[in-house]
T-cell receptor
Framework: DVKVTQSSRYLVKRTGEKVFLECVQD?????MFWYRQDPGLGLRLIYF???????EKGDIPEGYSVSREKKERFSLILESASTNQTSMYLC???????????FGNGTRLTVT | GENVEQHPSTLSVQEGDSAVIKCTYS??????FPWYKQELGKRPQLIID?????GEKKDQRIAVTLNKTAKHFSLHITETQPEDSAVYFC???????????FGDGTTLTVKP
């Protein structure tokens, strides 16, 4: 069974801090994704990566960056956290094109 | 880019009744349509999916139908049970670089 692990379940940060959200998958999947989930807005794609050192912007990349130095690890970075980035962040991976996403448990980030 | 609309946003049924959730998509290049169930406080998990070369797929009490011409697909749950209560998301994938675009979600409540 695919396991996608997000390093923190809950995180509280202050405005202006640099924040790192870490995600690791154990199934050698090439594709990895970061979504943001807000009530009534579904899941919105922030960034995704098809391979190591590759990254593509999703629908809402502003204020975020990502890093993928190893195949199993995909990090989301908030360069300078703001209160409007308070949200649930979900990492996901998939085996290949047109296959299902496997999600992590999510990180609930609060920026004060 | 792809746009996915999902209806209704909330749905309440009596135990044993059927529930239907509908989604429409805009990108005719999309060719993979998964449905995810997210229970309170948990990660979204795949419950059923359909590819564009198939019109209908069933798995026990759950079925999905796809109408490519009209660009809509639906989730059908029969003989609903209280444990079916959750948020359900549809998604369309395959058009724009294989990104998954999600609907806004349907909160299903099954009353015992």
């Amino acid at each position: 069974d695919v396991k996608v692990t997000q390093s923190s379940r809950y995180l509280v940060k202050r405005t202006g801090e640099k924040v790192f959200l870490e995600c690791v998958q154990d199934m050698d999947h090439e594709n990895m994704f970061w979504y943001r989930q807000d009530p009534g807005l579904g899941l919105r794609l922030i960034y995704f990566s098809y391979d190591v050192k590759m990254k593509e912007k999703g629908d809402i990349p502003e204020g975020y960056s990502v890093s993928r130095e190893k195949k199993e690890r995909f990090s989301l970075i908030l360069e300078s956290a703001s209160t409007n980035q308070t949200s649930m962040y979900l990492c996901a991976s998939r085996e290949g094109y047109n296959s299902p996403l496997h999600f992590g448990n999510g990180t609930r980030l609060t920026v004060t | 880019g792809e746009n996915v609309e999902q209806h209704p946003s909330t749905l309440s049924v009596q135990e044993g009744d059927s529930a239907v959730i509908k989604c429409t998509y805009s990108d005719s290049a999309s060719n993979y349509f998964p449905w995810y169930k997210q229970e309170l406080g948990k990660r979204p998990q795949l419950i059923i999916d359909i590819r564009s070369n198939v019109g209908e797929k069933k798995d026990q009490r759950i079925a999905v139908t796809l109408n490519k011409t009209a660009k809509h697909f639906s989730l059908h749950i029969t003989e609903t049970q209280p444990e079916d209560s959750a948020v359900y998301f549809c998604a369309a994938m395959g058009g724009n670089a294989g990104k998954s675009t999600f609907g806004d979600g349907t909160t299903l409540t099954v009353k015992p």
